[in-house]
């Protein structure tokens, strides 16, 4: 599943606000959607028969939309890589934002429920190791809850003679899963823990299609629709999702 569209192109409209430049995206949709990273990056897609001058006309009309939501994230916005791994930073599981709570303790370990991630650790000065503690935490809910899912998606499959791939785990920049039907493996992005489990549902789903339909064609989307009958509304959600 991609992450992103590929044909993509810089362009720049003078409105009220001042001047703004945004990515304008080729896509199969059937509308002009808008959505705002927390970097500050504007990105549009659009139907590819829409001319680009009704899409300037677009943003030109969103302006004040779109400098209340980068003032907004100017003032919130901690980006990852800039992470200290203290008490009251977010971690984003499941699509709910939860906080870390580190705590001193003689066993070093990693707890959660639901409304923090507690950090056990025996120095809370100490960066690295709660850096290394907390990320291999996070693989290990990956492992766990996308077996878990990719198990339940897999009864589905059964009656097509597929049979239960391995899962593999991996950071990717541009896909959020992939597959290799031949070998039986289906690989997941680890930031797809980070995505609500319905969207974890559908990307393992999309996965699995394509052990009967090696391609996007026609049988494969209704093969996918007879699976997941509201997998373009997941589609769409996971499409809002902006992961930095």
């Not at 606000?17 to 995206?25: D, K, L, P, Q, S």
């Not at 901690?78 to 906080?99: A, D, H, I, P």
């Not at 503690?133 to 809910?141: G, K, V």
Request: charged residues 25%; proline residues 4%.
């Amino acid at each position: 599943v991609l992450m992103k569209a590929v044909l993509t192109e810089t362009r720049k409209v003078q409105t009220v606000c001042g001047e703004i430049v945004y990515t304008f995206e080729l896509k199969k949709v059937k509308n002009i959607n808008l959505r705002i990273k927390h970097n500050g990056d504007i990105c549009v897609s659009a139907p590819r028969n829409i001319p680009k001058e009704i899409v300037d006309t677009f943003v030109i009309s969103k302006c004040n939309y779109i400098q209340n939501a980068l003032d907004h994230f100017n003032r919130n916005d901690v980006q990852k890589s800039e992470m200290q791994y203290v008490s009251g930073e977010n971690v984003t599981f499941l699509g709910k934002n939860m906080r870390i709570n580190v705590v001193k303790d003689s066993q070093e370990y990693v707890s959660c429920d639901r409304v923090y991630v507690y950090l056990h650790v025996k120095r809370p000065d100490y960066y690295n190791r709660k850096k290394n503690l907390l990320n291999a935490w996070l693989n290990e809910q990956c492992e766990t809850i996308f077996t878990e899912i990719m198990k339940e998606v897999h009864k589905k499959f059964i009656p097509y003679n597929v049979e239960f791939p391995q899962l593999k785990l991996r950071n990717m920049t541009s896909r959020w899963g992939s597959c290799q039907p031949y070998k039986g493996v289906i690989t997941l992005n680890k930031c797809l823990i980070e995505a609500p489990r319905n969207c974890i549902e559908y990307v393992v789903c999309h996965e699995f299609c394509h052990f009967i339909h090696p391609n996007h064609s026609k049988q494969f989307y209704s093969l996918l629709q007879i699976m997941l009958p509201d997998w373009m509304e997941r589609k769409e959600l996971l499409e809002k999702i902006e992961i930095i």
